[in-house]
């Protein structure tokens, strides 16, 4: 579970109730982060007015968003889209 995981099964448990729970939990998460996913546009501008650093990465290490105080300690101007 520290590693990632969601959720897990027993062998020694497993029967088709907690197979099938499993399964309808896995689908309503992938929902959940498919409706997450990307940061919907309208909340970009909610973190500007602190003065830490706050942004998104993809597990890649891309940067999905990032508030004004980044793009000053980076150096940049913040400019929005």
Do not use: C
Request: glycine content about 8%; charged content about 20%; hydrophobic content about 35%.
């Amino acid at each position: 579970m520290h590693a990632g995981a969601h959720d897990y099964l027993l062998k020694n448990q497993l029967n088709p109730g907690w197979l099938e729970r499993s399964i309808r939990y896995a689908i309503e998460r992938h929902r959940m982060d498919r409706a997450l996913w990307p940061p919907r546009k309208n909340t970009t501008g909610v973190f500007d007015h602190w003065s830490k650093a706050y942004f998104q990465t993809t597990p890649d290490g891309h940067y999905v968003m990032a508030n004004a105080a980044l793009a000053r300690i980076y150096g940049y101007g913040y400019l929005r889209n």
